[in-house]
Nanobody, 115 residues
Framework: QVQLVESGGGLVQAGGSLRLSCTAS????????MDWWRQAPGNQREWVAF???????NYADSVKGRFTISRDNAKNTLYLQMNSLKPEDTAVYYC?????????WGQGTQVTVSS
């Protein structure tokens, strides 16, 4: 059974930083593509960033240069370092993995950026 648990969300002022974590069980973060997604109220869920098994990363244009995705294989944990946060980054953030031909999602963590 694959489980993903996000943490690290909270309330931060514009310009501030947060680091989100996604701890996996039942699947190795090093061997699967891992993504961060987010969903703001009234909006569709949107892709934010990914890291694949080779360590390659990519980002949505809206976060490029401000967010960094990384992983700690020993802790089996995925991270999203978010800097220079903007009010429009306010959303519930989810991690996702694809393994055994199935997508798995975490429960999400709320990020609120005040202006």
């Amino acid at each position: 059974q694959v489980q993903l648990v996000e943490s690290g969300g909270g309330l931060v002022q514009a310009g501030g930083s947060l680091r989100l974590s996604c701890t996996a069980s039942g699947s190795a973060v090093s061997s699967s593509r891992m993504d961060w997604w987010r969903q703001a109220p009234g909006n569709q869920r949107e892709w934010v960033a990914f890291i694949n098994s080779g360590g390659n990363t990519n980002y949505a244009d809206s976060v490029k240069g401000r967010f960094t995705i990384s992983r700690d294989n020993a802790k089996n944990t995925l991270y999203l370092q978010m800097n220079s946060l903007k009010p429009e980054d306010t959303a519930v953030y989810y991690c996702r993995t694809y393994t055994l031909a199935t997508y798995y999602w975490g429960q999400g963590t709320q990020v609120t950026v005040s202006s």
